[in-house]
């Protein structure tokens, strides 16, 4: 497995998550990491990106409320999920996207939340 995301769970509405996404130090040092998510009947939808030099970008719903960041010692990046809100819910995937990687993509881990 070249991607291990995991850190889902169940957690009431107002609370907090933290998503983490292992890479293989090669994979990790040469592709923008992104996390998705796909929620029952919906499409997959952008949640947040960081790329190799950490810039960040958030879909608008998770502003100010979900953190991406990554950790290069620890080939790994993190989401970090506050503020949680029952529309959160959904199955969240980890991607890396790179030259050298190409497009790879990491198991879901379920995120849910409860009002």
């Known amino acids: 497995v070249q991607l291990q995301a995991s850190g889902g769970g169940l957690v009431q509405a107002g609370g907090s998550l933290r998503l983490s996404c292992a890479a293989s130090r090669i994979i990790l040092s040469g592709s923008t990491m992104t996390w998705y998510r796909q929620a029952p009947g919906k499409q997959r939808e952008f949640v947040a990106s960081?790329?190799?030099?950490?810039?960040?970008n958030y879909h608008d719903s998770v502003k100010g409320r979900f953190t991406i960041s990554r950790v290069n010692a620890r080939n790994t990046v993190y989401l970090q999920m506050n503020s949680l809100r029952p529309e959160d819910t959904a199955v969240y995937y980890c991607?890396?996207?790179?030259?050298?990687?190409?497009?790879?993509w990491g198991q879901g881990t379920q995120v849910t939340v409860s009002s």
């Open positions: 991607n890396a996207n790179g030259i050298t990687s190409g497009d790879i």
């Open positions: 960081i790329n190799i030099e950490s810039s960040t």
